[in-house]
């Protein structure tokens, strides 16, 4: 262009546009995990079982769900996932499948598979830009009602389009949402379906699962637990999760008519000596009506909270799993020799956000990557509130943790070779997740230390099952060395020394068993000082 030649402001601003949060996801569809044919498939899949389960929870249902993938063109699937949960009120069906960032989870401060509010709708939006039809939705209410309709999402609104709606008188509750896709994979491996749906399994011993391939075989997880998960409770937000932000915009919709009480009505752990103590901090009376409240003073508010120390925040948000539940489920689908679980008491990262860690090592038997114990490799079984993570392996603080644990301590040479499965589960009403795809946990300090304890924990109990094993087998070949070699001793000393054979072979066999026994008092000698010495460690980094 010409030196002089410039473009006027009017001309560029013509093009200045508003757009939806369904256009911007239309363009990053990789922030969702719509990244290659393979993942998309997989995050699909783990969209509408979240969302089910998820929903079955909150009605107090245990879960019976039903995944079917049927392939009917070169690269198109059609996928159906059906519940029986509550169901959705007919208002709401178009809503929670046809516009992006609506939903019953964002605002409960509860710990629930979702967040967003962008899975599902998501999946409607990925099925109509592959393939221009619309998701099919039925779903029944326990007011005996069903409806069914076709959802689209107007991409440029962001609002639910819907067609074909009918509603009629009906046994049916739950949802059954069915939907075409190209731009998708099936695949058996690692990365698939099937796998997502094993280790969902493992972490919902409450979930029933049945999977029906595009080959039309069938795969059930049964459940192995009837107990179903604690309710979560929404819970106040902890005062030291709280930002300056956070204030203004609070103090702009609440109902209260002074600070103190807006800090007192929506906190947690706040009561008047705790007003107190930021009062002595601030320049500003608490007595202010929250519609006078400047960024200064919120930012001041914010300051003096992180220097009082406060009670920790309230745990009962966090449900986790339970060891023992843990411990079934992976003995019935994983399927190991042993396994060894550990968890720890709940803990807050950034100051206010309460989590828990719980881990099992699964060793021997089905444990492990690969066909066999020989073949086999470790696996890392991720997940955060039960739900499996596939993808972003490398970027997670979940796989840096088991990756820091020196595990040769543990008996555990070799990790990469070793028929080892290490299962963690992170619970908390905010998972610190490093992008929109939840598929990685970010690298929070308190969070990588609570995985290391809980590690190190299971770790000792794995290491006396390990060297127990290792002690069995060295004691073994040692007794096949000597019980070979036996009988030409004895019959040496028979023909030299004229010894009595019977006599001579007995006291050979007594012989073998008494240096056997003295070998394993001297091994369990040593694993005791081993484990005392481990014992420390894990106090020292505590
Ligand atoms: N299977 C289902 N049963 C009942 N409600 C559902 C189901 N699937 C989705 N919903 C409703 O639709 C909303 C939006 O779902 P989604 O877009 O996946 O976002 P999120 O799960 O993060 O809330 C949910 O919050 C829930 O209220
Ligand atoms: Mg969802």
């Given at each position: 262009m010409a030196e002089g030649q410039q473009i006027s402001t009017d001309s560029i601003f013509k093009e200045f546009k508003e757009y939806s949060a369904a256009e911007f996801f239309k363009k990053n569809r990789q922030m969702l995990g719509f990244t290659g044919p393979i993942r998309s498939m997989t995050t699909i899949i783990h969209e509408y079982v979240t969302n089910s389960i998820d929903a079955c929870e909150s009605g107090g249902i245990l879960p019976d769900i039903i995944v079917k993938i049927d392939k009917y063109g070169p690269d198109a699937y059609e996928i159906m996932v059906q519940d029986n949960g509550p169901g959705m009120p007919e208002k709401i069906v178009g809503k929670a499948l046809g516009q992006l960032l609506a939903g019953t989870k964002f605002h409960g401060n509860k710990q629930s598979r979702g967040q967003q509010g962008i899975g599902a709708s998501y999946c409607t939006v990925y099925s109509q830009i592959t393939t221009g039809k619309p998701t099919h939705v039925i779903t029944g209410t326990d007011e005996g009602l069903i409806t069914e309709m076709d959802v689209s999402v107007d991409v440029k609104k962001n609002a639910p389009k819907i067609e074909n709606k009918k509603t009629y008188k009906g046994e049916f509750r739950g949802t059954k949402v069915t939907t075409k896709f190209k731009e998708v994979q099936y695949t058996k491996g690692a990365n698939g379906p099937l796998e997502y749906l094993r280790r969902t399994a493992i972490a919902n011993p409450h979930c029933e699962i049945k999977f029906y391939d595009p080959e039309g075989a069938r795969v059930t997880f049964p459940r192995t637990s009837r107990l179903l998960p604690k309710l979560p409770k929404g819970v106040l937000p902890h005062p030291k999760g709280t930002t300056t932000d956070d204030l203004v915009s609070m103090a702009r919709t609440t109902p209260a008519r002074k600070v103190s009480s807006m800090l007192k009505m929506h906190f947690?752990?706040?009561?008047d000596t705790k007003l107190k103590e930021i009062q002595q901090q601030i320049p500003f009376d608490l007595e202010i009506s929250p519609k006078n409240l400047t960024w200064k003073e919120a930012e001041d508010i914010v300051k003096a909270v992180k220097e009082i120390k406060f009670m920790a925040p309230e745990m009962d948000a966090v449900i986790p799993i339970g060891r023992e539940h843990i411990e079934k489920s992976v003995l019935k689908?994983?399927?190991?020799?042993v396994v060894y679980t550990s968890d720890r008491p709940p803990k807050a990262y950034r100051g206010g956000v309460p989590f828990i860690i719980e881990v099992a090592l699964a060793y021997g038997g089905g444990a492990g990557k690969g066909e066999s114990e020989e073949t086999s490799s470790v696996e890392i079984l991720r997940f955060a509130n039960r739900v499996p993570l596939l993808f972003d392996t490398g970027g997670c603080a979940l796989t840096k943790a088991v990756n820091s644990i020196d595990w040769k301590r543990y008996g555990l040479k070799g990790l990469e070779k070793l028929p080892l499965t290490v299962f963690v589960n992170i619970s908390s009403v905010y998972v610190p997740y490093t992008g929109a795809g939840k598929q990685a946990v970010s690298d929070e300090e308190e969070i990588f230390n609570e995985i290391r304890f809980a590690l190190m924990d299971a770790g000792r109990k794995i290491d006396r099952y390990v060297r127990g094993k290792a002690r069995e087998a060295i004691k073994a070949e040692k007794k096949r060395t000597l019980e070979r070699y036996m009988p030409e001793v004895v019959n040496v000393l028979v023909n030299v020394a004229k010894a009595n054979k019977k006599e001579m072979t007995q006291n050979l066999e007594e012989m073998i068993i008494e240096t056997l026994k003295m070998d394993e008092s001297d091994e369990a000698e040593e694993t005791d000082e081993i484990a005392d010495d481990m014992d420390g460690e894990i106090n020292a980094e505590e």
């Open positions: 947690s752990r706040m009561g689908i994983v399927n190991p020799e």
